[in-house]
């Protein structure tokens, strides 16, 4: 990076951030106690934090907070309110119109979207989530190409900046198709899975009710969301779990998501968090376990 920005003024977002044909990479070093309104502009904005947090408030909406475990995509011609109590350093990416215009048609074509694959809210992003994963990862490959000399570097942050831009409109049609109730199968069902999650039979039977086969559906499945149908179903399930932990007993939780089998939902629910039920309640709530 050519200049560490001190405050949002376009004239040096344009002039010393770096930038390709596709895309500007700005990093910001903003002082303690300070406040500011600037606008995303004609770009789409993904918006990340190195260090800090910050209060915003966007298109006038209601504020909120985050740091650096969340990532905010802005769509074009956004206008921000922000605010920071303490020095916070923040790596911001704006995806050129060239890039958006390449991926907009692959991903609503994917999607079976009509309308533009960016339209749509302020989407934010916790980097927890599985969906995020391939953002991070283009993210780290491009803080990597940074380092490179001459040609070979622009060229490679474009790969990455495509990569990037993709799966961050992926997440934004995803939502916007559960949002607006797209009748695409895998929609339909991910739908039904968080209305009827504790009811379901089987797989088989919910690929069914879309008159699709079982071996149709898991491929189609899969490949919209990253996962298996019963991988999904699954990870609905350990999340529900976590929630009622709170209040119930491990047996009692297990029974309630139909897991007859303790051990078997122990081995689930510790694939997904990384310790087992009893280990999440003594680190969520200690006070309530003897």
Do not use: W
């Not at 907009?104 to 989530?129: H, N, Q, Y």
């Not at 990037?164 to 739908?191: D, G, M, Q, T, W």
């Amino acid at each position: 990076m050519e200049k560490l920005l001190k405050n949002f003024s376009r004239f040096d977002e344009l002039h010393y951030g770096f930038q390709t044909d596709l895309i500007r990479i700005l990093y910001y070093d903003l002082p303690e106690h300070y406040y500011e309104q600037y606008s995303s502009y004609e770009c789409s904005k993904l918006c990340t934090i190195l260090d800090g947090e910050k209060e915003v408030r966007i298109n006038k909406t209601e504020s909120f907070q985050y740091g650096s475990d969340e990532m905010i995509l802005l769509p074009p011609h956004s206008s921000v309110e922000m605010s920071i109590e303490r020095q916070t350093k923040a790596l911001v990416f704006e995806l050129g119109d060239q890039l958006i215009e390449r991926l907009e048609p692959v991903v609503s074509e994917e999607f079976g979207l009509a309308e533009k694959a960016t339209v749509g809210d302020v989407v934010r992003c916790g980097l927890k989530s599985d969906e995020m994963d391939p953002v991070v990862q283009a993210i780290g490959r491009m803080k990597t190409y940074m380092s490179y000399p001459g040609d070979s570097k622009i060229f490679l942050v474009d790969l990455a900046a495509q990569e990037l831009a993709y799966h961050l409109l992926r997440i934004r049609a995803f939502r916007l198709s559960l949002h607006n109730e797209n009748k695409h199968p895998v929609f339909r069902a991910i739908r039904d899975i968080h209305s009827e999650l504790l009811t379901l039979a089987s797989v088989k039977e919910l690929a069914g009710s879309y008159n699709m086969s079982h071996t149709h559906f898991t491929h189609l499945f899969k490949r919209m969301t990253g996962l298996a149908p019963l991988e999904y179903i699954t990870r609905e399930k350990m999340k529900l779990a976590s929630k009622l932990l709170q209040e119930l007993t491990v047996t009692e939780t297990a029974m309630h998501l139909n897991y007859d089998n303790i051990s078997h939902f122990i081995a689930l629910f510790k694939k997904q968090f990384g310790m087992t039920p009893k280990q999440y309640q003594l680190s969520r709530q200690p006070e309530n376990v003897q």
